[in-house]
Structure formats: C-alpha cells, structure tokens
C-alpha cells in the first residue's frame, strides 16, 4: 500500500508531514531533465562542428582534437547532469522545480553530498533494461514510491513547499482583515486556482453557491456564459474583505 | 462558514499574521543560502522555532484547518533547509580519506578474499576450458582481436598505440569505473550480480590468456598487464565484494527492516567506492602511459605494479596515513603526576 505523506519529527518535537511524489511527477521532472541534458549535449557538438568549419581552425591540426573535445563534453553533460545539477543545487533540477519536487532524506532533511550521489550510481540499475522500467516499477511497488537509489541512498521525492511561505503570507493577510474564515478564504483561492480546469457548468455552480454562502445580501446575479462576472465578484469579494 | 465562529482562533491570528511574513521570508531565504553566518544561523533556528510554535497552536486551535496545513508545509519547508549535512570542509575529506575508507575496506575484508578466490577460480576456468575447447574463444574474443592473435600481434599494442596516451587514460578509467561501480550496485541483486560480473571477468581473464599462451604471446600480455593489473583487479575484487555485502544487507537485514538495513550499508560502503574511482585513476594513467609503451622492461612494469598495489594496501589498511591521537590519549595523566 503506498503512502501519501512522510512523517517526520521536527527539531522542535512538533510533527511534520510532507507529501510524497508519485511516479508521474518523477517521469514529468525527468522528462524535462533529459530534453535539457540532451539539448546541452547537442550543444556542445553543434559548437565543436561550427568551430570546426571556422576557416582558421579547418585547416589547423587541432581541428580533429576540437571535435573529440566537443564529444567529450557532450558526454559529460549528458551523464554528470544529475549528480552534479542534484548536488548543486541540493536536491534539486530544473526538471524537478519544474514538477514541484525535490529530494529529501527519510528524516526530511536536505540529503548530502554522499546520499545524493549513491542515488545516482544506482541509475545503472534503474534504467535497466530500457526507458527506466526497473526504477520504475520499483517506484509503483514500493510503499513511498521510491526507486532503487533512492532505497539504497535512503532519500525520497516529496513536493517541495517552498512556495508555501508566500501562501502563508497571503492567508496570513486576509485572516487578519477580514470576516471570512481560512476555510472560506482557502475554497475562494481553490476556485480560482482551478478555475481553467474545471468545466464551464461546474464552476459556475461552484462559484454560485460560494457566494450565496459568504455573500448572501448581494445573491448570486448574473453569471455569463463562461461564468466570467462570477469570477470577478469572488475576487473582488477577497479585495474587499481585505480592504475592509 | 461566513464568518469566524471562534474569537480565540480570531485574536491569536491577529496577534501572530503579522510575523508570518517575516517568518516566510527567513524561510525562503534559509533554502536559497549555501553558507550562513553565526548570526544568519541564529535567526534561521529562531525562525523555526517560532514557526514550530505556531503550527502547534494553529492545530491546537483551528485542527485540519489550511492555515495549520499551510504553517506544517512552510515548516516542512525550513526543517529541510535548516537540517542539511556540513560542507565537505578539508577536516571531512581528511577523515575520508584517513578513517572512513580504511574503515569501510575492514569491513568488506573477509568478503575480498572471497571474491578474489572466486575471480582467480574463474580464470583458472577459463584458462581450461580454452586450452581445452581453443574454438570457444569467439566467445570471448572479437574476430579482430583473434585474427591479430594467430597473426602474432597483441590487441593491446596494435589498438591502443592508436590513440594520445591521455585520451587512452580518459577511456580505460571510464571504462574500468564502469565495470566497478557496475560490480558494486548490481550486488544489491542479492549479491549474485557482483558474482557474475566477477566470473564473466575472471573467465575471460583466464581465457584471454590460455589463448596468447597457446600463440606464444602469453608473456607479452603478462607484460602489458604487470604494471596495472594488480591494482585494477584488486579494485574489481573490492567493488564486487562491497556489492556482495549489499547484497547480504538485503538478505539479511536484522532488525531494522531491508530498505534500512541496505541504507545503513551503502552508507557505509559509498567511501570505499570514492576509494576504487582514486585507485582506477591511477590505474588508467598507469594503463594509458607505461603499458602499452614497448621500451618498457619487465622489472620495471613489475615494481610499478608491486608499488602501487602496496601503496594502496596501506592506505586501505589505514597505515599509509595514521590517524592522529587525540591529546592525552598517550598519556593518562594522575592525580600524583606520574604517567601511566
């Protein structure tokens, strides 16, 4: 059975939860990795072949050396990408900002050099035999969703909530003016959040109740086809309280 | 649901909203920082416990509510960005090198004399099977390298002159690190893939042999092998052997369950793989720049090999570097003054 949350014992003894990643925001943020990480390669090849064609240097003996040095740096992009970019930026790639992940070890912490790295050496095995089907398949089988390096370095992919900080503020804010409770103030930001997703009928019957529950002296009007003037009355609703 | 229903849960976040915003920013700046000063670190810790307090009181007042939700995941946040290993300073690589290698390689002692038993068993396998069946040698051996062979030339000199003696470095080190980190993590397989890639090689070894001898040049790959070889099949013994105690964390975990028991080894383990990729650098240079020169004597291939092969038993054996006695270890000093 797989687990939704890490729990893990703050510094301060208060519990902390963070949500565990699944296999398909760990395909989505090596998807992005690897466009990046081949793109570099490419790069480096495609500047050692312009390079190659500049007049002074086709002719010169080196021009073989520039092409083999353009191979070798295309190599090294394409395989250190993910131990050096994850060390770098300590637990990070673009691909797993991109997805809203990043690693941490079992107790929650920011994983070390030697943990991250032992996650990679096993990519030799998790790859295996073709399109990471072993990582994988260990991911969809484990309980916390983790591959064979991530088993062996004792680390795990949760959903980064630094962005929770600037949520915080801005419930913090709206708390503190205004009549409305965080849950009201919480379904209000959900709505909106997901308003391009949710279907047209939906949303406006979502929208509709919402208001006829925090705002009923003003009723719920007129809602246009695409339920546009809801929208603007339940962000104008946020403003108000907040200004009042 | 219109309005707050509690007063309490209305006047603490009246009292406490305004320092979220703070709190938040010290969050984010602690998770962007690579090093901190006394002061930044302070702040951070304050920071936390702060946060710490109120997501304890949010759940005490408004249980299950976003707010307490959205406090635990900026606490998530700073408990990941406050807990994070020291930078590898000099004292830390210092104590790599000096005591947790040596450390890690006891640890897997027993296991690599083992698998170095097991590497030679298989080279004396192959070395028969060979002698034996001389037609299996396909096997083992592309068309090229058999066609140059029964030609009386070497693979080892005819390919690899080809090539600057660095770029051949570069190659035979990736090449070798490929094969040992490839021993160590496929141990994890209950440790039957460092026992097959270590069979596979001795086999080959072995057999690769068998056939230079039966063509008079069994001496020659003696000879390009002497100065390298010690240290590169000692390494692949090591690698194999920590991947083989890999494979016996996941056998047998003990108490801990496997997933930590195999955590707990490949902690332990990874510095000796820092040690194997140091040991196959040199060996590749070694491999790339004396090997494959042919005015090289035998003695002297002989005592680069012998060299290095004792410079790395001492060094795994942590005598190369001593660790240093903490003051007064030596001298357990009494109350009368005399020394113990």
Partial sequence: MAEEELNVRGLTGVDLTLRIAGPGTRSYAFLIDWQIRLLGALAWLLVALLLRRLPPLSRAPIAHDVMLAGWILALLTYFLYHPVIEVAMRGRTPGKIKAGARIVTLEGATPGVGALLMRNLFRLIDCLPLLYLVGLASCMVTARRVRLGDLAAGTLLVIDESAAGESLVRLGEQMQHTGLSAEALQLIHDLLDRWELLAGAQRIRLARELLAKLDPQAGAGRAGPDGTALRERLEALLVRQHRS | MSANTDPDAAIWIRRHAPQWRTLAAESAAASRRSRATVDEALHTLSAYRALSRHLASAREILPGSVLATT??????????????????????????????????????????????????????????LINTYPELVSLIASPAMIDGVEHGHLWTYQVLNLAPPALLSARIFSNNVVVTLGAFCFGILFGLGAFYMIAINGLMLGGLLAFTHQHGLGLGLLKFTLAHGPVELSVMCLAAAAGTALGDAVIRPGEGGRAESLRRRAAELGPLLVA?????????????????????????????????????????????????????????????????
């Fill in chain 2, 71 to 128: 406090l635990a995941q900026t606490s998530a946040a700073l408990h990941a960005a406050v807990n994070r290993s020291p930078r590898l300073t000099r004292a830390r690589w210092i104590g790599l090198v000096r005591d947790d290698i040596p450390a890690a390689a006891a640890s897997v002692r027993a296991l690599a004399l083992w698998i170095a038993v097991l590497l030679v068993a298989s080279a004396c396998a192959g070395w028969w």
């Fill in chain 2, 276 to 340: 194997c990729a140091l040991l196959l650098l040199g060996s590749g240079l070694i491999e790339g720049f004396i090997s494959p020169h042919p005015g090289i004597s035998i003695p002297v291939r002989l005592a680069v090999g012998l060299s290095y092969w004792t410079l790395m038993m001492l060094w795994l054996s942590g005598r190369l570097i001593p660790r240093a006695r903490p003051r007064g270890e030596s001298q357990c000093a009494d109350p009368s003054g005399a020394t113990l």
